[in-house]
């Protein structure tokens, strides 16, 4: 089955910037969809940014323009570059795996990303 490690999170002063990664185990990587979600002390989890199997992306308004969501099929890895990071976007931050047509979705087990001011 399918396992995702997230890693790249920990602190950084808002205006700074973090990459976070995701790296998926298995063969099914190339045929999947992938999103970065995440969830503030206090608040629901929500879609931060995702990515279909052919590369169309989509992103929530609170990041346009500051977070860029990407895959490297060839290291079976999902990344998310966050620049011009406010401290509301402090939250862990989670990755999912999804495969529609094979009834599929996997979730990693998330990192944190703290803003200071």
């Known amino acids: 089955q399918v396992q995702l490690v997230e890693s790249g999170g920990g602190l950084v002063q808002a205006g700074g910037s973090l990459r976070l990664s995701c790296a998926a185990s298995?063969?099914?990587?190339?045929?999947?969809?992938m999103a970065w979600y995440r969830q503030a002390p206090g608040k629901q989890r929500e879609l931060v940014a995702a990515?279909?199997?052919?590369?169309?992306?989509n992103y929530a308004d609170s990041v346009k323009g500051r977070f860029t969501i990407s895959r490297d099929n060839a290291k079976n890895t999902v990344y998310l570059q966050m620049n011009s990071l406010k401290t509301e976007d402090t939250a862990v931050y989670y990755c999912?795996?999804?495969?529609?047509?094979?009834?599929?979705?996997?979730w990693g087990q998330g990192t944190l990303v703290t803003v200071s001011s």
């Open positions: 999912q795996l999804v495969i529609m047509t094979r009834n599929l979705e996997v």
């Open positions: 298995g063969s099914m990587f190339r045929a999947a969809a």
């Open positions: 990515i279909t199997s052919g590369g169309s992306t």
